[in-house]
């Protein structure tokens, strides 16, 4: 799959062979997820159209809409694979994503991508910690 101008997320019925090929991507991204979903979690919600799926040639995004009460965003939840084609899918998925009526975008990501994403602007900073009984 190419990155075209306006790229759309592929429905689930079609994306079975790409979700196999790309599922390591995604797995890699759990990784950083604080374990807050697994890779079945972000296949049901991809199933269920609360996660958008966008499979590149060597590269993975998926995405979710947060309806905030004043604002919609794309949010990039999780994302793996190829940098450059990453960062050239992202310009894509903005086009999508103001299509949808959403006003801005979001990247939920690990702090490096801030040095790739300079038209992207920290908005606060998420700390993590268990406080459950071992």
């Known amino acids: ?22 599922v390591s991507h995604i797995s890699e991204a759990l990784k950083y997820s604080n374990k807050s979903h697994d890779i079945s979690d972000v296949w049901d919600a991809i199933k269920r159209g609360k996660a958008q799926f966008f499979p590149l040639e060597n590269s993975v995004i998926v995405t979710e809409i947060v309806d905030y009460p004043n604002q919609s965003v794309c949010r990039i939840w999780l994302a793996g694979g190829d940098l450059d084609e990453l960062m050239e899918a992202e310009k894509s998925i903005c086009k999508w994503a103001e299509e949808l009526g959403c006003t801005g975008m979001e990247i939920i990501g690990r702090k490096g991508w801030s040095r ?3 038209d992207y602007k920290e908005a606060s900073v998420v700390l993590v910690k268990e406080i459950r009984d071992e």
């Not at 799959?1 to 790309?22: A, N």
């Open 1 to 22: 799959m190419t990155i075209k101008d306006t790229m759309r997320p592929l429905h689930t019925s079609l994306s079975v062979k790409e979700w196999s090929r790309l």
């Open 116 to 118: 790739k994403l300079t």
